[in-house]
């Protein structure tokens, strides 16, 4: 939950739960954002998989399968979001945005530019 609450924090008056009821007039890259894109999302991951551990343990089998059910909804519909709020970001900030996103990955703090940047290309890394 710290990244939830270290995001939301860095974010400021520019967070709506919604994804749309903000129009900053520059997207936030630095702090918790400067690893990750959607730390908020990845706090709620990261939860997720706690509570797996946690109830493998200590549940029935039946609400075992129920809790991994509900898990992978709710994983569906987090990375459901995350792709509208990348679309919504493209749209207000073009290719500032697009340029943070071949940089950071979207849920994992991996330092070295990600697998996307191979993708799209960048004509300064040399291999």
């Not at 039946?62 to 979001?81: G, K, P, Q, W």
Request: net charge positive.
């Amino acid at each position: 939950m710290t990244t939830v609450i270290v995001s939301k924090i860095s974010l400021g008056v520019n967070h709506s739960w919604t994804g749309y009821g903000t129009f900053p007039k520059e997207f936030l890259s630095s702090g918790i954002y400067s690893k990750i894109r959607h730390p908020m999302y990845m706090g709620i991951f990261i939860c997720i998989f706690g509570m797996w551990f946690h109830v493998f343990w200590h549940a029935t089998l039946l609400f075992l399968i129920i809790n991994y059910i509900c898990s992978l909804f709710i994983f569906y519909v987090l990375i459901a979001s995350a792709s509208k709020e990348e679309k919504h970001l493209l749209y207000l900030f073009g290719k500032d945005y697009q340029q943070y996103v071949i940089k950071i990955h979207p849920f994992l703090p991996i330092t070295k530019h990600y697998v996307q940047e191979e993708k799209i290309g960048n004509p300064t890394q040399n291999t």
